[in-house]
Structure formats: structure tokens, C-alpha cells
């Protein structure tokens, strides 16, 4: 579980860099200003994701199925995913 978790932080941390980046880029250095604004509605879009929709799976395969998949590997398995996508973010 620690693995998902610290992937999700990651990506929110390399989102709110990559945004200031950007506006660093865009407006100079004597204009610029951080921005972490957009912190708190990612950690709700990317926590929420994250840990939401293997629990909705999970119950959902719970009722359906009669597979032995459980929270915690459907959350492993479905985090582990995300780490492409912190390479996305920096490109």
C-alpha cells in the first residue's frame, strides 16, 4: 500500500512543479509568483481516483464474481499503473 500512495504524491508534487514551471517559463523571472492554488483540487482528483475506483472494483467484483481479489491488491495493482504517468507530466 505504501507504493501507490507515495506514486500519487509524486505525481501531485510533479503536477504543481510542472505548473509553476510552465508559468515561469511564460511570464519571466521578474513576474513570476508560485501558484500552489491547484494543490488541494489535484490531491481530491488524484487520491480520490487512486483509492476510489479499486474500491468501487473490488466491491463490484465482490458482488459479481466469485474471484478472491481484494482492496489491497486491486489498489496495488491499479497504483503501480499511475508511475507512467510521471513521466508523462514531465514531458
Do not use: Q
Not at 480520490?48 to 474500491?55: D, E, M
Not at 463490484?60 to 513521466?87: H, N, P, Q, R, W
Amino acid at each position: 500500500m505504501y507504493g501507490p500512495f507515495w506514486i500519487y504524491t509524486t505525481l501531485i508534487f510533479l503536477l504543481t512543479f510542472s505548473e509553476n514551471l510552465h508559468n515561469y517559463l511564460l511570464e519571466g523571472r521578474e513576474n513570476f509568483e508560485s501558484d500552489f492554488s491547484n494543490v488541494p483540487p489535484s490531491c481530491f482528483v488524484i487520491y480520490g481516483v487512486g483509492f476510489g475506483v479499486p474500491l468501487a472494483l473490488s466491491f463490484v467484483m465482490k458482488l459479481l464474481t466469485s474471484d478472491k481479489l481484494y482492496f489491497k491488491e486491486i489498489t496495488c495493482i491499479y497504483g503501480y499503473s499511475f508511475s507512467c504517468f510521471l513521466l508523462c507530466v514531465l514531458l
